[in-house]
T-cell receptor, first 110, second 115 residues
Framework: DQQVKQNSPSLSVQEGRISILNCDYT??????FLWYKKYPAEGPTFLISISSIKDKNEDGRFTVFLNKSAKHLSLHIVPSQPGDSAVYFC?????????FGTGTRLQVFP | EPEVTQTPSHQVTQMGQEVILRCVPI?????FYWYRQILGQKVEFLVS??????SEKSEIFDDQFSVERPDGSNFTLKIRSTKLEDSAMYFC???WGQGANTEAFFGQGTRLTVV
C-alpha cells in the first residue's frame, strides 16, 4: 500500500534547464509534505516543505507546488546545476512519522 | 550547523548475533526516529520515540527490535538476533517538534550487513 508515490525512477536534465520532480499521494489527511535530497552513502537532507494550507512554497532555486484536489505535488529546480544530481524523496508527515516515496534519481548533465 | 551523528558507519555481523546502532541527536530535539532503507527500496519508518517511550512503531519493528536512550544523549536501536533480511541502511532522525513546519534531520546512516 503505497501512500506516497514517485512514478519516475529517474530524470535526466541539462544544466541550466528546469527539473520537475513529481509526487502523488493517496491519503487526503496528509497536511504537510517535504522533499529530501539524498547523496550516496549519506542520510536524506531536508530541502523544502509545504503545508496543505498553501499551494506553493519557494526557496531560492527550489519551488514546491501542491495540488490538493489532485493529491499531487511537484518540485521545480530552476536552474538545474550538476550538484543537484542526487536522489530526491517526497515525504508526507503522518504526523508522527514520515512516509516516503520511492525516490527519483535526478542527473544534471553539462 | 548541528547534525545527527550515527555510529558505526558500517557493521558486519553474523546471522543470529545482536547489534546495537547508536545515534547522537541534535541537542534540543525531543523526537527521535529510526528508519531503514533496504538497497534499492524506499526509506521506511521503524519507530518513533518521545519522552523516553515509544510513540509509534511499524510492523517491521517486531520483538527483535528495541530502542532506548539510556544516558539522555545516545539513542540506540538494538536488534537481538539479526536475520539476513535485516541488512539495510539504518537512519536515525530527530526533530524538535511534530507536524507542520518541523522537519526531520537525518544522520548519515549505518550500513548493516548480516552474513
Amino acid at each position: 500500500d503505497q501512500q506516497v508515490k514517485q512514478n519516475s525512477p529517474s530524470l535526466s536534465v541539462q544544466e541550466g534547464r528546469i527539473s520537475i520532480l513529481n509526487c502523488d499521494y493517496t491519503n487526503s489527511m496528509f497536511d504537510y509534505f517535504l522533499w529530501y535530497k539524498k547523496y550516496p552513502a549519506e542520510g536524506p537532507t531536508f530541502l523544502i516543505s509545504i503545508s496543505s494550507i498553501k499551494d506553493k512554497n519557494e526557496d531560492g532555486r527550489f519551488t514546491v507546488f501542491l495540488n490538493k484536489s489532485a493529491k499531487h505535488l511537484s518540485l521545480h529546480i530552476v536552474p538545474s546545476q550538476p550538484g543537484d544530481s542526487a536522489v530526491y524523496f517526497c515525504a508526507a508527515s503522518d504526523p508522527d512519522k514520515l512516509i516516503f516515496g520511492t525516490g527519483t534519481r535526478l542527473q544534471v548533465f553539462p | 550547523e548541528p547534525e545527527v551523528t550515527q555510529t558505526p558507519s558500517h557493521q558486519v555481523t553474523q546471522m543470529g548475533q545482536e547489534v546495537i546502532l547508536r545515534c547522537v541527536p541534535i541537542s534540543n530535539h525531543l523526537y527521535f526516529y529510526w528508519y531503514r532503507q533496504i538497497l534499492g527500496q524506499k526509506v521506511e519508518f521503524l519507530v518513533s520515540f518521545y519522552n523516553n517511550e515509544i510513540s509509534e512503531k511499524s510492523e517491521i519493528f517486531d520483538d527483535q527490535f528495541s530502542v532506548e536512550r539510556p544516558d539522555g544523549s545516545n539513542f540506540t536501536l538494538k536488534i537481538r538476533s539479526t536475520k539476513l533480511e535485516d541488512s539495510a541502511m539504518y537512519f536515525c532522525a530527530t526533530q524538535w517538534g511534530q507536524g507542520a513546519n518541523t522537519e526531520a534531520f537525518f544522520g548519515q546512516g549505518t550500513r548493516l550487513t548480516v552474513v
